[in-house]
């Protein structure tokens, strides 16, 4: 079955940099993107980014760019996201979730990981 | 710019519906998500209509002009979560504000 599993929380300070990994599988990991979506408590879903887990391009929802770095290790089916300059407003559950795009070429997020929080605090 | 109604209340038996609200939202395709307090979201809905695997029949969408719309029929009481909308939008995915549906 395909799982998504992360790593673990994290407690960082301001200014500094942070690194989740996605471990995929129960599917081809090349097929399929990795998205990257966060939750600040109580609050909505922001999507962050995707990475194309084939070639390795990406695409970062405009408020993260020049701060988020998405990137993959194919040989062990792993994504990974990094978010520098931390402040505290970072502070949230980080979620990898595949999307899936169906047959009328628009696509969903069908599968998600156990989430990862990261707190920044000084 | 997906709007959706904060809170929905329904008896368990009833129908719930949730609403979502963009500008020409029915050009685009909607999907929903469920998500229940520490979890993960569950995707329930894709491509306006369609049900994944394992998703109760309960569960349909519907997608027209400005606004996207989930229907639970028989509502549960394990229904009982926050739900998001979501679209594709230049390249982006934008999520709903969500909605708390209690069952009463």
């Known amino acids: 079955q395909v799982q998504l599993v992360q790593s673990g929380a994290e407690v960082k300070k301001p200014g500094a940099s942070v690194k989740v990994s996605c471990k995929a599988s129960?599917?081809?990991?090349?097929?399929?993107?990795i998205n990257w979506v966060r939750q600040a408590a109580g609050q909505g879903l922001e999507w962050m980014g995707w990475?194309?887990?084939?070639?390795?391009?990406?695409d970062y929802a405009q408020k993260f760019q020049g701060r988020v770095t998405m990137t993959r290790n194919t040989s062990i089916s792993t994504a990974y996201m990094e978010l520098s300059s931390l402040r505290s407003e970072d502070t949230a559950v980080y979620y990898c979730?595949?999307?899936?795009?169906?047959?009328?070429?628009?696509?969903?997020?069908?599968?998600w990981g156990q989430g990862t929080l990261v707190a920044v605090s000084s | 710019e997906l709007t959706q109604p904060p809170s929905v209340s329904v008896s368990p038996g009833q129908t719930a519906t949730i609403t979502c609200s963009g500008d020409?939202?029915?050009?685009?395709?909607a999907c929903w998500y469920q998500q229940k307090p520490g979890q993960s979201p569950v995707l329930v809905i894709y491509?306006?209509?369609k049900r994944p695997s394992g998703i109760p029949e309960r569960f349909s969408g519907s997608n027209s002009g400005n606004t996207a719309t989930l229907t639970i029929s028989g509502t549960q009481a394990l229904d009982e979560a926050d739900y998001y909308c979501?679209?594709?939008?230049?390249?982006?995915?934008?999520f709903g504000t969500g909605t708390k549906v209690t069952v009463l």
């Open positions: 020409k939202l029915g050009d685009k395709f």
């Open positions: 979501q679209a594709w939008d230049s390249s982006n995915y934008v």
């Open positions: 979730a595949r999307g899936n795009w169906g047959v009328a070429a628009t696509p969903s997020l069908d599968y």
């Open positions: 491509e306006d209509s």
């Open positions: 129960g599917y081809t990991f090349k097929s399929y993107e």
């Open positions: 990475l194309n887990s084939n070639s390795g391009n990406t």
